[in-house]
C-alpha cells in the first residue's frame, strides 16, 4: 500500500502528483514494502528534485518533467510571450471569428497584422479561408497574407459576440517512424541530451541518494510516436542515459490507466499499466 506523508502541501500539481502515486505503487510492487511519497520541491527548497520516495529508513529521489517535441516546445514559448494568446477582441467586425495557427511562425506579424485582415475579410464578404484554399489563394492579398503568417483556417462562428476571435495553434510536428519499438530508446537517447533534462539529472545528482528516477509524462500531441511505437513492443535496445539518472519512467495515459514504461540498467525495460485517478494529469503544466 502506497500513501503520502504529511510532508505533503497543496502546492503539488495534479500531473505530478500522478506521477507520484504511480512511481510508488510500482516500486512497492518491486520491493515488497510499503512505499509513501512526499513532496520535496518546496519553499525554501526550489531547485530541488519534486519528490522522495520512502521505504524503510530508505529514501529515493524522483523527478516529475515532460517528454515533449522540443520544436513545438520553442513555439510555444514564443507565442506564449509575443502572440495574442487564445482569444482576443477585434473592433469593427461584424461576426466572431476561429483562426487556427501554426505557432511555427512569427507571433509579431500575426498579432499586428490580424486586426485588419479580419476586417477585409468581412468587407469582401469572405467567411471562410484557409492555407489550402486554391480558389482565392494567390489572388486575394489578405488570404495570403493570412497563409504567410501561419494561418491554417480562418472561419466566421455563429453564437459569440461580434469581434471575439478564438486561436487554436496546432504544430506541425513531422512525421516519425512508428513501426519500430526501439525508435522509443532512441527518442529517449536525443531527448535526455537537453538542457532542461540534464538540469534534472543535476537536481536528482544532489539528492545524494542511490536509486534517482527521472519520470516523464509523454506529451499526448506531439509524441504520438511513442504510444505508436509502444504499440509494437517493448524496445530490445537500451537507451543513452546520464548516469546521473538510475531509472527513467515514460508514462503515457489511456483513458483510466497509464502505460508506464520504464528503464533502468540494473533490470533494463519493463512495462506496467497502473490505474490513473479522473483529472490527475494536466500536460499543460510547464514542462
Not at 34 to 43: A, C, K, L, S
Not at 112 to 140: C, K, N, Q
Given at each position: 500500500?502506497?500513501?503520502?506523508?504529511?510532508?505533503?502541501?497543496?502546492?503539488?500539481?495534479?500531473?505530478?502528483?500522478?506521477?507520484?502515486?504511480?512511481a510508488?505503487?510500482?516500486?512497492?510492487?518491486?520491493?515488497?514494502?510499503?512505499?509513501?511519497?512526499?513532496?520535496?520541491?518546496?519553499?525554501?527548497?526550489q531547485?530541488?528534485?519534486?519528490?522522495?520516495?520512502?521505504?524503510?529508513?530508505?529514501?529515493e529521489?524522483?523527478?516529475?518533467?515532460?517528454?515533449?517535441?522540443q520544436?513545438?516546445?520553442?513555439?510555444?514559448?514564443?507565442?506564449?510571450?509575443?502572440?495574442?494568446?487564445?482569444?482576443?477582441?477585434?473592433p469593427?467586425?461584424?461576426?466572431?471569428?476561429?483562426?487556427?495557427?501554426?505557432p511555427?511562425?512569427?507571433?509579431?506579424?500575426?498579432?499586428?497584422?490580424?486586426?485588419?485582415?479580419?476586417?477585409?475579410?468581412?468587407?469582401?464578404?469572405?467567411g471562410?479561408?484557409?492555407?489550402?484554399?486554391?480558389?482565392?489563394?494567390?489572388?486575394?492579398?489578405?488570404?495570403?497574407?493570412?497563409?504567410a503568417?501561419?494561418?491554417?483556417?480562418?472561419?466566421?462562428?455563429?453564437?459569440?459576440?461580434?469581434?471575439?476571435?478564438a486561436?487554436?495553434?496546432?504544430?506541425?510536428?513531422?512525421s516519425?517512424?512508428?513501426?519500430?519499438?526501439?525508435?522509443?530508446?532512441?527518442?529517449?537517447?536525443?531527448?535526455?541530451?537537453?538542457p532542461?533534462?540534464?538540469?534534472d539529472?543535476?537536481?536528482?545528482?544532489?539528492?545524494?541518494v542511490?536509486?534517482?528516477?527521472?519520470?516523464?509524462?509523454?506529451?499526448?500531441v506531439?509524441?504520438?510516436?511513442?504510444?505508436?511505437?509502444?504499440?509494437?513492443?517493448i524496445?530490445?535496445?537500451?537507451?543513452?542515459?546520464d548516469?546521473?539518472i538510475?531509472?527513467?519512467?515514460?508514462?503515457?495515459?489511456?483513458?483510466?490507466?497509464?502505460?508506464?514504461?520504464?528503464?533502468?540498467?540494473?533490470?533494463g525495460?519493463?512495462?506496467?499499466?497502473?490505474?490513473?485517478?479522473?483529472?490527475?494529469?494536466?500536460?499543460?503544466?510547464?514542462p
Amino acid at each position: 500500500m502506497t500513501k503520502r506523508t504529511s510532508g505533503v502541501t497543496p502546492s503539488v500539481s495534479p500531473r505530478e502528483q500522478a506521477a507520484a502515486e504511480v512511481a510508488s505503487a510500482l516500486r512497492a510492487q518491486d520491493l515488497g514494502l510499503p512505499v509513501n511519497w512526499e513532496q520535496w520541491d518546496t519553499p525554501p527548497r526550489q531547485g530541488a528534485h519534486d519528490f522522495w520516495l520512502q521505504h524503510g529508513t530508505i529514501q529515493e529521489a524522483l523527478e516529475v518533467t515532460t517528454l515533449i517535441d522540443q520544436h513545438a516546445t520553442t513555439d510555444a514559448m514564443h507565442w506564449q510571450k509575443r502572440g495574442p494568446g487564445f482569444s482576443t477582441t477585434v473592433p469593427g467586425l461584424s461576426s466572431a471569428w476561429m483562426v487556427m495557427v501554426d505557432p511555427a511562425f512569427n507571433a509579431r506579424t500575426l498579432t499586428a497584422g490580424l486586426p485588419g485582415w479580419l476586417r477585409s475579410l468581412e468587407r469582401d464578404g469572405i467567411g471562410e479561408t484557409g492555407r489550402w484554399d486554391t480558389a482565392r489563394m494567390y489572388v486575394h492579398p489578405v488570404t495570403t497574407a493570412l497563409a504567410a503568417a501561419g494561418v491554417m483556417i480562418a472561419s466566421v462562428v455563429p453564437g459569440p459576440p461580434a469581434g471575439e476571435v478564438a486561436l487554436a495553434y496546432l504544430s506541425g510536428v513531422p512525421s516519425r517512424p512508428a513501426g519500430d519499438p526501439n525508435h522509443i530508446a532512441k527518442t529517449l537517447t536525443e531527448a535526455l541530451t537537453l538542457p532542461r533534462h540534464v538540469g534534472d539529472a543535476a537536481k536528482l545528482n544532489r539528492s545524494g541518494v542511490t536509486d534517482r528516477h527521472l519520470f516523464m509524462w509523454v506529451d499526448p500531441v506531439t509524441r504520438l510516436d511513442i504510444g505508436r511505437a509502444l504499440g509494437e513492443g517493448i524496445p530490445t535496445v537500451d537507451p543513452i542515459v546520464d548516469p546521473r539518472i538510475t531509472d527513467v519512467w515514460l508514462g503515457l495515459p489511456t483513458g483510466d490507466n497509464v502505460d508506464v514504461l520504464r528503464w533502468s540498467s540494473r533490470a533494463g525495460w519493463r512495462y506496467a499499466q497502473v490505474p490513473l485517478r479522473s483529472g490527475s494529469t494536466n500536460h499543460h503544466d510547464n514542462p
